[in-house]
């Protein structure tokens, strides 16, 4: 590489580290088959994305974009449209109608007491009726 091609690259990009982020980005985009901006007389992929940089063939924030959405591990799913969701939110309530309707007003009044016992002191046990009390009991060495 040039030096005087990276000395014109950092009067653009000033942090040195950020240049060599957004050319090697370039690079791959060239070694990849992205479209060159200028000719390459027989110079390398990197030397060819620092002279880009430098001939200010490139928009350095849609390079950075670019870079950035490279980078990230975590890509946000599209939120679903409006009339989508109301969809789903309706056939989710026919679903529950349904499953419902199917179910007499006996079933699910047995369903729920079943669920919940009380013990005397009216707490609810999921473990079913309390059976005696703690003793206490003498621990042995």
Do not use: Y
Not at 24 to 47: F, I, M, Q, T, Y
Not at 99 to 111: K, Q
Not at 112 to 136: H, M, Q, R
């Amino acid at each position: 590489m040039a030096r005087v091609t990276v000395e014109d690259c950092v009067v653009l990009v000033p942090n040195r580290f950020e240049l060599v982020m957004l050319a090697a980005h370039r690079a791959r985009a060239l070694a990849s088959g992205a479209e060159l901006k200028l000719e390459r007389d027989r110079d390398k992929n990197p030397v060819v994305a620092l002279r880009e940089i430098a001939e200010e063939k490139l928009d350095l924030g849609s390079l950075h974009e670019s870079l950035v959405k490279g980078m990230q591990k975590r890509i946000e799913p599209d939120r679903p449209e409006e009339e989508v969701t109301e969809l789903m939110a309706s056939e989710q309530q026919n679903w529950i109608g349904a499953s419902m309707d199917d179910m007499d007003s006996d079933d699910v009044m047995d369903a729920d007491l079943d669920e919940e016992e009380e013990d005397d002191n009216g707490l609810v046990d999921d473990f079913g009726p309390a059976t005696g009390s703690f003793e206490d009991v003498e621990a042995k060495d």
